[in-house]
């Protein structure tokens, strides 16, 4: 069914709201459940699409995956297949996040290229340079990432850039290696921590967590965990910008506040009265938002997921911005459908110059990724009329709940079914 969200504008964000469970973790903390034979459960898991389009991967290995609401059990057989689906894998970037875990249980893998958003290359240089410093023979062939091992071994591996993926695959491919290796350069996102605490509590033995430089000591076996998945920061910060730019008062629980601070501190200089607590946050804005500049950076710098947030904002700030994309570089693909929305952007290159307007004016716009498509829909709230925004499916593999938590927050939304006068 082709479905588009209608959003009229106008309305001032009032409420609370519940963040669960990190859409950047549970995948790769369903990817870790492969490292060890038995049930894994975890649970704070989101109602999203990819977590059922990652039990479709896992069950292509031979898993018994059962979700049942926010809680997802994993039964990983002794001897899992080593070759993912494609069909499975086509439909998610981040499944190519078993490859570490299947070199380690298996010796071998072949997971086909991963699709998902449209947001720029992820090349996956730097996961099999990591894999082949620790013994492992990798190669892409017929559209496939493949690697064997006779064994894996300890390494000192240098990642050329922090790297989210590499560092995960890499980390979950050594925890089962001889010897110790040592990751320098690491990403230090708190989902890589919420990994690192799930193969902790699995057996692994790790040094460094949250740092860039993660040393760990392989041993000969895990054993599988219940865990709970960490509150999703991004989902938290988006809610955050909505408050700002309809000039509201949220209050945000369920995500840890330090793991956005600099998101709140960009927002407080936009002009935000912003309040924390454990677990939770309330963000006030008493007018219109001053603009302020943003530059994407790995953590703990300005997220690149946020950074169609940050245009949306800008847009309708008081005063100029400069938003630098460092991380993805067809992300301002976006822009465009901004300016269909009244915006005044310009892209240069890696950069976005934004001049702020007191209002926006609808539009039908297409979400060309997750957060395009929350950045789109935000922007839709301070546009004068009825905005169409179209492929929602990229909006629902990312926030679970969006409309209904949007519509408890006072905004005038809707989910319609139909076809796109286009």
């Not at 249980?105 to 090349?123: E, F, H, N, Q, Y």
């Not at 064994?151 to 890499?170: C, K, M, R, Y």
């Not at 460092?326 to 005044?344: C, H, K, P, T």
Request: with cysteine; charged share 20%; net charge negative.
């Amino acid at each position: 069914m082709v479905e588009h969200f209608a959003v009229r504008g106008g309305a001032r964000l009032n409420g609370s709201v519940d963040v669960v469970g990190a859409k950047n973790s549970v995948l790769k903390l369903m990817a870790a459940a492969l490292l060890a034979e038995g049930r894994t459960t975890l649970e704070n898991c989101p109602e999203i699409l990819d977590v059922p389009l990652m039990a479709d991967v896992l069950r292509s290995l031979g898993c018994t995956v059962a979700i049942e609401g926010a809680t997802v059990h994993i039964d990983v057989p002794a001897d899992p297949g080593a070759e993912a689906d494609y069909r499975s894998v086509s439909r998610l970037r981040a499944s190519v996040c078993v490859l570490g875990p299947l070199v380690a249980r298996c010796r071998r893998a072949v997971v086909p290229l991963p699709g998902g958003d449209a947001i720029g290359s992820r090349p996956l240089d730097m996961h099999q340079n990591g894999l082949r410093k620790l013994g492992a023979t990798t190669d892409i062939e017929h559209g496939s990432v493949t690697a064997s091992a006779q064994d894996l071994h300890g390494a000192q591996i240098w990642l050329d850039f922090p790297s989210v993926g590499a560092t995960e695959n890499i980390l979950m491919a050594a925890v089962l290696a001889s010897g110790t290796t040592v990751i320098d350069n690491a990403a230090r996102e708190p989902e890589i921590v919420d990994l690192c605490v799930m193969l902790q509590q699995m057996g692994a033995k790790l040094e460094g967590v949250g740092t860039s430089t993660l040393t760990v000591h392989g041993v000969t076996g895990l054993q599988p965990t219940t865990h709970r998945v960490i509150g999703d920061r991004i989902v938290g910060a988006t809610w955050a910008f909505a408050a700002v730019m309809t000039s509201g008062e949220v209050t945000v629980r369920g995500v840890d506040p330090h793991h956005i601070d600099l998101v709140l501190d960009k927002l407080r200089t936009a002009g935000a009265e912003i309040t924390t607590g454990r677990d939770e946050f309330s963000v006030a804005m008493p007018g219109r938002p001053q603009a302020v500049d943003f530059v994407t950076l790995p953590y703990p710098g300005f997220a690149t997921d946020l950074q169609p947030m940050a245009i949306a904002l800008s847009a309708v700030a008081e005063g100029t911005s400069m938003i630098t994309e460092n991380v993805f570089e067809a992300r301002f693909r976006f822009v465009d459908e901004m300016v269909r929305l009244g915006a005044d952007a310009r892209t240069d290159g890696h950069h976005a110059v934004v001049r702020g307007r007191p209002e926006l004016s609808s539009a039908p716009v297409w979400a060309s990724d997750i957060r395009a498509g929350a950045g789109l829909v935000l922007a839709g709230l301070c546009a004068k009329g009825t905005t169409e925004v179209w492929d929602v499916a990229h909006i629902d593999r990312g926030y679970p709940r969006f409309v209904e938590n949007l519509s408890a927050l006072g905004a005038d939304i809707s989910r319609v079914a139909g076809e796109p006068d286009r």
